[in-house]
């Protein structure tokens, strides 16, 4: 569930994600699925490395009015949106996209055996928790 910042932030606010892991004994490749509650690099940043994916075995699970929203740069003008959000949510979502690794799902959605998306749409188009 999310990534965390990543790097994006300095290395006092993320990037501790891939430390935990190995800690619990796993590696990136063995993740097979991401679940994100919205296109934030506060939870999307810890997606990508060097403009890479950190998980290449992973399937993003996320809300396909975020993403829908964060890809379309008409709606910085159009709500007023920093210019900058529509750039991480490229430079974290757009590998996954790129290589087919994202479902996207609308309203409440059963993701995986045990897990089901709530919308919880404010804070962005489909903020959810599983
Ligand atoms: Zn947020």
New binding site residues.
Partial sequence: MDTGAGTFFGSKLGGELQTSLKAAGYTPNEIDAILLT?I?T??SGGLVEQGKRVFPAATLYVGKPDVDFWFDRANATRFNVAEKYFDEAAKTVKPYLDADKVKSFSGKTALLPGITAHPTPG??PTHSWS
């Fill in positions: 919205h934030h506060d939870h804070h962005t």
